[in-house]
């Protein structure tokens, strides 16, 4: 997509960010959250990663920030040292147009060089086109919770996928 670039999350995106989560918990089930985290909630988490080496980038188009992705150890138990979680979250005006294609190996990426081994993806309410990106990415299938979640009075599933980052692959049993 040459009209969007990918490069890390900077402190000052914090706004952007919050309005398009904002949307997503507002009208969305990809995330269980009922209220959204405020512009300095974000800083903080923009900061708090960059101290701690974990990615957290953003697409934009024409100066305006369309999406966010960021990577976060998925378990704080140190067995879990590097294996990490996914999120990944498209304007609402901008979903379609092929975002999420551009920013998600772009994470992988930044992950892989951050350390860790093993991406997650729970991808809540096991939204379609959630599970597709993923796919497209290299992620596999790895498990499925049912009516674990409940927004909009509707009872959600959640959909684990799996991306291994050395290569190395493994047996899908």
Not at 10 to 15: I, L, N, P, T, Y
Not at 53 to 76: L, W
Not at 87 to 106: C, D, F, K, M, T
Request: aromatic share 10%; with cysteine.
């Amino acid at each position: 997509m040459p009209d969007v670039g990918v490069r890390p999350a900077r402190v000052d995106d914090a706004q952007a960010i919050a309005a398009i989560y904002a949307w997503h918990v507002a009208n969305g089930t990809a995330t269980f959250d009922t209220a959204a985290p405020d512009a300095a909630a974000w800083a903080e988490k923009i900061a708090d990663f960059a101290v701690r080496g974990f990615p957290f980038i953003v697409a934009e188009r024409e100066g305006r920030v369309i999406a966010y992705a960021y990577a976060a150890r998925f378990r704080d138990r140190a067995a879990y040292a590097h294996t990490c979680e996914d999120s990944i979250y498209v304007a609402h005006e901008a979903r379609g147009g092929g975002i999420g294609s551009a920013l998600l190996p772009a994470l992988v990426d930044a992950a892989r060089r951050a350390g860790f081994e093993q991406m997650i993806a729970v991808i809540g309410g096991g939204e379609p086109a959630s599970v597709a990106l993923h796919a497209r990415c290299g992620f596999v299938h790895a498990g499925r919770m049912r009516n674990v979640g409940k927004k909009f009075g509707r009872l959600l599933d959640t959909v684990y996928m799996q991306c291994d980052l050395t290569g190395e692959g493994w047996d899908n049993e």
